[in-house]
């Protein structure tokens, strides 16, 4: 009971609702689609609370996300998506981890259950914005390379998750915005698979949830950031 009362006084009544929907959406389609790949409901499960956590600012979530990576690249590698396999245990792994760090070092006041806003400015955001497009390069040959399936969202991909991690790293509420538009391109990508194999189609549905808790992050986010600054 005690850990409960932790939880409800922590997490709001929205965000608990946004958890619970997000669980049963996500082993109902489970249940209906595939019934066989365990690691993808393990993951997509992982994924979501990672969400919820990192809307709260809780360095935690980064864990959770380190965690949703490494069965993130299995699931990847079993249908030849060796762009996403190694986009995320190549890079969004290596740079959750810093992330991590990042977050345990700029707690605010103190609390290590929530990190510290920060704003970057325009000069940095054309930094990452370069930065992102000379790592996707390189990574569009290298995926060409591994004879990588759908190749086009494929590099995409590489794209948004790279702004994703490196906003997070950073601190910003726009890596919710990131991760958004990466959600966006997996549920393409996914969509294109699920054609040759039904089963992936919940593979599709846990990123549009996904899509869902990285929107309310960033509105969670703008939320603490103003607090912050009060």
């Not at 977050?103 to 929530?114: I, M, V």
Request: hydrophobic content about 50%; glycine content about 4%; charged content about 10%.
């Amino acid at each position: 009971m005690k850990i409960i009362k932790t939880i409800t006084n922590y997490f709001s009544k929205f965000e608990i609702s946004l958890w619970l929907f997000s669980i049963a959406i996500i082993v109902s389609s489970f249940v209906i689609f595939d019934r066989t790949n365990y690691t993808t409901l393990v993951s997509s499960i992982v994924g979501v609370t990672s969400l919820i956590l990192n809307a709260k600012g809780n360095p935690f979530g980064q864990v959770l996300i380190i965690v949703f990576g490494i069965l993130y690249g299995i699931i990847s590698f079993s249908y030849s998506y060796y762009g996403e396999m190694i986009t995320y245990l190549g890079m969004t792994v290596p740079m959750a981890c810093i992330a991590l760090v990042s977050w345990l070092r700029n707690p605010y006041n103190g609390k290590r259950s929530e990190v510290r806003v920060n704003h970057i400015s325009y000069k940095e955001i054309i930094f990452m914005t370069v930065l992102a497009l000379i790592v996707t390069i390189v990574f569009y040959f290298i995926l060409k390379a591994f004879n990588t399936a759908n190749l086009i969202p494929s590099t995409i991909s590489v794209t948004t998750s790279f702004s994703a991690v490196y906003l997070t790293f950073r601190r910003s509420p726009y890596f919710a915005i990131a991760y958004a538009l990466n959600d966006i391109v997996l549920i393409i990508l996914w969509s294109l698979a699920s054609i040759y194999d039904i089963s992936y189609v919940s593979v599709v549905i846990c990123f549009a949830v996904f899509l869902v808790n990285d929107i309310y992050s960033f509105v969670n986010w703008l939320r603490i950031g103003q607090r912050q600054s009060a």
